[in-house]
């Protein structure tokens, strides 16, 4: 069973930089393309960042320029490399597979990251 485990979020000031950890099983992870979603309360989950098979790259608007996304095919494990952070980035981050998005289950608790002075 597919199974995504977030870590590394915590409270950091504006401007400040945070690393997140999702541990994949599972899946082929290698093979898929995975990504990392955020959430606030009273709104849904939206992609922040996604990276294929093959290494390419895309990112949300916003983030562009200051997060980056990295797979480490080797040991299933995707990170986000986060910086300049800002309050607007507050927010509930989770990993997953586009393909995996609708089933419930495959979504971990995700990691609080919380930007505030």
């Known amino acids: 069973q597919v199974q995504f485990v977030e870590s590394g979020g915590g409270l950091v000031q504006p401007g400040g930089s945070l690393r997140l950890s999702c541990a994949a099983s599972?899946?082929?992870?290698?093979?898929?393309?995975v990504g990392w979603y955020r959430q606030v309360p009273g709104k849904q989950r939206e992609l922040v960042a996604q990276?294929?098979?093959?290494?390419?790259?895309n990112y949300e608007d916003s983030v562009k320029g200051r997060f980056i996304i990295i797979r480490d095919n080797d040991l299933n494990t995707l990170y986000l490399q986060m910086n300049s952070l800002k309050p607007e980035d507050t927010a509930v981050y989770y990993c997953?597979?586009?393909?995996?998005?609708?089933?419930?289950?495959?979504w971990g608790h995700g990691a609080q990251v919380t930007v505030s002075s």
């Open positions: 990276i294929t098979s093959g290494g390419s790259t």
């Open positions: 599972g899946f082929l992870f290698s093979l898929n393309t």
């Open positions: 997953n597979s586009p393909r995996l998005v609708t089933n419930r289950d495959s």
